[in-house]
Structure formats: C-alpha cells, structure tokens
C-alpha cells in the first residue's frame, strides 16, 4: 500500500511504530551491551522510583520471579552473576500507549492532545534467545524471555528553542526512553 493510500490515522500508526522499532533496536542493543561491558552504568536507564496515586511503585523489575525496586538494585545483582552474555533472536516492539504522557505535561511539546505522540508514547518490548553465564566457552547456555515498558525521559525528549522535533537513533541509543516496568525469565524447563 502505497503511504498516500493511507489515512491519516492509519500515517500516524505507521510513524509510531516505525519510531517504537526504532527505539527498540537501539535501546536492546545498548541495554544488553552495558551488561557485557559496563554494569555500574545499568542503573540510568530506570525511571527514576515513583508511587502513582493508586499506589503503583514504579519500576517495576522482575528477574527470573525476584522483585527489585529501581534499577541500582538490579544492577547489583547484574554484578553479583559474573561473566553474562545474551544473545537475542527475537524481538518484537508495539506502541503500548499512544499518550502515556498527558500533553500539558511535555516540555516544549505543542499542548495538543493529537501531536507530539512520537515524544509522549510509551514502548512495549519483548525479546528471547540466549544467554551464556559463568564464562565465555564452557558457561552454561540457557533461553530467556524478557519484557520491557518503556516510558519517555522527559528530559530526553524535551524541546528547546530551535531544536528538531524528530528523534534520531542514528548516533545509538541516548536514553531517550527509560526502563518502567521489566520481566525477565529463563524459559527451558529443569528436571
């Protein structure tokens, strides 16, 4: 289908999604090279803790069915585990809600309630391979599945004076979305 054949919902939902692929193969790229390479810089890339008004805590972070409360305690487990490394093989990215920021609360955003969506929506990633622990060669290998809400780092995304409007991956991830909700599990069954 031709881009000029589509509606103008129907151009919108495109440019989300192609911005939520995007953003997914950056961020998976980034997220899982910081394990590898740098795990004492894990921790940015959490939303900062937070309790909405119905008394849900943000992060939300589970790891193999163990409960963290923000991202530094993740990463103290990160370093806890030793040699990690992960393989991905599927990966999968949808726009989980259009309008998780209200519009009145983006910096430099236009106000309207109908733009800014590719600076206010929240992300949903799901991914599973593999990942080695314990050492390089002889480590052992075991599957995983592993999901991620991502939500906008307001401080990333916000517009000033003369700034482009467009998000560029290009230069590589720049935690443009934050870690709000994450699940991880190995998924082979154990005798």
């Known amino acids: 289908m031709d881009d000029k054949e589509l509606t103008p919902a129907q151009r ?23 394990i590898k390479t740098d795990r004492s810089s894990l921790a940015p890339f959490y939303c900062a803790p937070s309790i909405a008004a119905d008394g849900i805590t943000s992060p939300q972070i589970s790891w193999n069915s163990e409960s963290y409360v923000d991202g530094a305690a993740l990463q103290q487990l990160m370093h806890s585990l030793g040699y990690m490394h992960f ?43 593999s990942i080695r622990l314990g ?41 443009q979305w934050l870690i709000q909700t994450q699940n991880f599990t190995f998924t082979e069954w154990t005798v």
């Not at 236009?110 to 733009?115: A, C, K, T």
């Not at 480590?139 to 482009?164: D, M, T, Y």
């Open 12 to 34: 919108t939902a495109l440019k989300l999604d192609t911005i939520a692929c995007a953003a997914a193969e950056s961020f998976i790229d980034a997220y899982y090279q910081t």
């Open 87 to 129: 393989k991905v093989e599927t990966l999968d990215a949808n726009v989980l809600n259009p309008r998780s920021i209200p519009a009145s609360e983006l910096p430099g955003g236009s106000g309207s309630e109908d733009e800014d969506l590719e600076r206010r929506m929240s992300i949903l990633i799901v991914c599973a391979g």
């Open 135 to 175: 050492e390089q060669l002889k480590g052992p290998l075991r599957e995983f599945a592993e999901s991620f809400v991502l939500v906008p780092n307001l401080a990333k995304l916000a517009i000033g004076e003369g700034q482009k409007r467009h998000i560029d991956f290009k230069a590589g991830w720049d935690k």
